[in-house]
């Protein structure tokens, strides 16, 4: 993946994603918990993949923001397919892109009529987004080979800072509708419970194979431990990260900030 240089002449999306590059791609840290917390993201959510997937199979990867899991899905031997609906996006990443097989998709995904389907749907921190998840995850479920896969990454639910509304207790998530698809934490409408993502894989007539937590408060800098972080060194903050994962499910639901699922399709 080729390291781009600020250009004041850039459109404003394209300055707006290359301070997240520094510090996802190439490690310049600005904040502490946000750069561990996407690279455990990143760590599991393509482990989930990788795990299942042999090379030269396609992946689409949906609302794929400045391209940074298609870039590398495509430099590790799968054919990828970027989308996103900002369009002008698509020639940033084009910018970065020095070798593998991408293809560029932007607009609505359920609108594109892509005429196939996939090995692999990949769904990172976008089902938070949208209004009816349902709904979302079965559209998603019908872009998939059978025998195919869905990865997807989002916010835990379960966890103790949470104080959306729970998905499956909302009487009428329509009203959400026109908050839809906004960027960043401010966007989110509900955070899935681990009970609901098993729920919402057997409407969407797709298996969980796979659910993971992960991340908890220190390694992402929360309830003002971004001042510990700043004084320990990673090595710690991975070995603390490491413990957290062995305690028993109901503490784990509660104290981690990350999931990713892998489903899949029978």
């Known amino acids: 993946m080729k390291r781009l240089q600020l250009d004041d002449s850039w459109p404003d999306s394209w300055k707006y994603s290359y301070p997240y590059d520094q510090e996802e791609i190439w490690g310049e840290v600005t904040n502490r918990g946000y750069v561990y917390s996407y690279a455990n993201r990143r760590k599991y959510t393509l482990a989930l993949l990788d795990e299942v997937l042999p090379k030269g199979s396609s992946v689409l990867d949906v609302a794929a923001a400045q391209g940074n ?33 991408i293809e560029f998709a932007p607009g609505n995904v359920f609108e594109l009529g892509f005429g196939e389907q996939f090995d692999c749907v990949l769904i990172t921190e976008i089902i938070e987004h949208v209004a009816h998840p349902d709904e979302f ?12 896969y869905v990865i997807m990454s989002t916010p835990n639910g379960a966890y103790f800072r949470n ?8 009487p009428d998530p329509s009203v959400f509708e026109d908050v839809q698809f906004k960027p960043n934490s401010d966007g989110h409408i509900f955070l899935l419970w681990p009970d609901e993502i098993e729920w919402l894989a057997k409407s969407s007539g797709l298996g969980l194979e796979k659910h993971q937590l992960f991340t908890n408060s220190l390694t992402n800098g929360h309830v003002k431990l971004e001042y510990a972080l700043k004084a320990m060194p990673r090595s710690a903050v991975e070995w603390f990260e490491s413990i957290s994962q062995k305690l028993p499910f109901a503490m784990r639901q509660r104290l981690m900030v990350n999931s990713a699922t892998r489903f899949k399709k029978s």
């Not at 799968?78 to 910018?95: C, F, G, I, P």
């Not at 995850?137 to 195919?148: E, Q, R, S, W």
């Open 137 to 148: 995850l079965t559209k998603i479920a019908t872009m998939v080979k059978p025998g195919g």
């Open 69 to 101: 899991f298609s870039l590398y899905l495509a430099e590790q031997g799968y054919k990828v397919t970027w989308n996103d609906l900002r369009e002008d996006l698509a020639e940033y990443v084009k910018l970065k892109h020095e070798h593998g097989s």
């Open 163 to 170: 104080d959306l509304p729970k998905f499956s207790e909302c």
